[in-house]
Nanobody, 121 residues
Framework: QVQLVESGGGLVQAGGSLRLSCVAS????????MGWFRQAPGKPREFVAT????????EHATSVKGRFTISRDYAKNTVYLQMNSLKPEDTAVYYC??????????????WGQGTQVTVSS
């Protein structure tokens, strides 16, 4: 079992920055990778970024590439999502997930409770 707790969400103006954190406990390294997904009101959940625990390899969605960066601190069992140049369309609940190095939801077995990010124009 893996438990995931996200933090760092909030309200920010367009052009601003936020850093989300996700702390994994239980058996975090039983999963090969960690991912971030987001879900805006009335829309399906979508992939944002993923990172391999071992190699640090990353993949980012086209919509956030160049603005968002996923990273991990292996010693702290923590994954981060640095979000810069935020836009109102980035407003969503952001979820941390543990599973395989994948862009599809089905690649992840464990999910956090989500943290709200709201970007005002």
């Amino acid at each position: 079992q893996v438990q995931l707790v996200e933090s760092g969400g909030g309200l920010v103006q367009a052009g601003g920055s936020l850093r989300l954190s996700c702390v994994a406990s239980g058996r975090p390294f039983s999963s090969a990778a960690m991912g971030w997904f987001r879900q805006a009101p009335g829309k399906p959940r979508e992939f944002v970024a993923t990172i391999s625990w071992s190699s640090g390899s990353t993949e980012h969605a086209t919509s956030v590439k160049g603005r968002f960066t996923i990273s991990r601190d292996y010693a702290k069992n923590t994954v981060y999502l640095q979000m810069n140049s935020l836009k109102p369309e980035d407003t969503a609940v952001y979820y941390c997930a543990a599973g395989y190095y994948a862009i599809a939801e089905r690649g992840y077995d464990y999910w956090g409770q989500g943290t709200q990010v709201t970007v005002s124009s």
